[in-house]
């Protein structure tokens, strides 16, 4: 089942802004994960951020976790159009199993 | 390059007549996964394979089985697709995790089946 919640469920922004997501969940995990799926595609990973860190960059990537609020954002800088795409943080609670939030849909206008 | 691959792309399927979807990997990982991903919802876990152990989600239907033959294919085995079963197929792997440690995992294009 659904771990949690992701806001917004749309954002778009014009080229070169940046885009801050967020996820919830419900319960204590090992770890939270970011995926990105353009349109009738695969998910491609992009950040893992354990549980006892509160900070993670990769690129113009910035993910952050606060787990005594159960929550994440990931924030994409200086955004392109090829960065449209549907955006869903997963969560690991033990082993391997990832629990997918509902999923942020970016539109970046250029 | 190292990738997961699964075939057919595109599939459709009358109702009720059984459908198998298939996925390989070069990535040489011992997990192995299958979600749905019904249009506009997030994946949803059906099962996985650690190695040749077999995991069912509590909530996956009957009609949904798997095999995984030898570490490179697995495949997804519909039994009698109802039109509620209309969706993309995804296989996934990772590493397999130990202790604490947990693994990005590898998605493959995705499988859309449609139910006529």
């Known amino acids: 089942s659904q771990q949690g919640e992701e806001d917004p469920q749309a954002l778009s922004i014009q080229e070169g802004e940046n885009a801050t997501m967020n996820c919830s969940y419900k319960?204590?995990?090992?770890?939270l994960q970011w995926y990105r799926q353009n349109s009738g595609r695969g998910l491609v990973h992009l950040i893992l951020i354990r549980s006892n860190e509160r900070e993670k960059h990769s690129g113009r990537l910035r993910v952050t976790l606060d787990t005594s609020k159960k929550s994440s954002s990931l924030l994409i800088t200086a955004s392109r159009a090829a960065d449209t795409a549907s955006y869903f943080c997963?969560?690991?609670?033990?082993?391997?199993?990832?629990?997918f939030g509902a999923g942020t849909i970016l539109r970046v206008k250029s | 390059d190292a990738m997961v691959i699964q075939n057919p792309r595109y599939q459709v399927t009358q109702f009720g007549k059984p459908v198998t979807l298939s996925c390989s990997q070069t990535l040489n990982h011992n997990v192995m996964y299958w979600y749905q991903q019904k249009s506009s919802q997030a994946p949803k876990l059906l099962f996985h394979y650690y190695d040749k152990d077999f995991n069912n989600e509590a909530d996956t239907p009957d009609n949904f089985q798997s095999r995984r033959p030898n570490t490179s294919f697995c495949f997804l085995d519909i039994r009698s697709p109802g039109l509620g079963d209309a969706a993309m197929y995804l296989c996934?792997?990772?590493?397999?995790?130990?202790?604490?440690?947990?693994?990005?995992?590898?998605f493959g294009p995705g499988t859309r089946l449609t139910v006529t």
């Open positions: 997963a969560t690991v609670r033990y082993g391997n199993k990832l629990v």
């Open positions: 319960t204590s995990i090992n770890n």
């Open positions: 996934a792997t990772s590493r397999g995790a130990s202790g604490s440690s947990s693994y990005e995992q590898y």
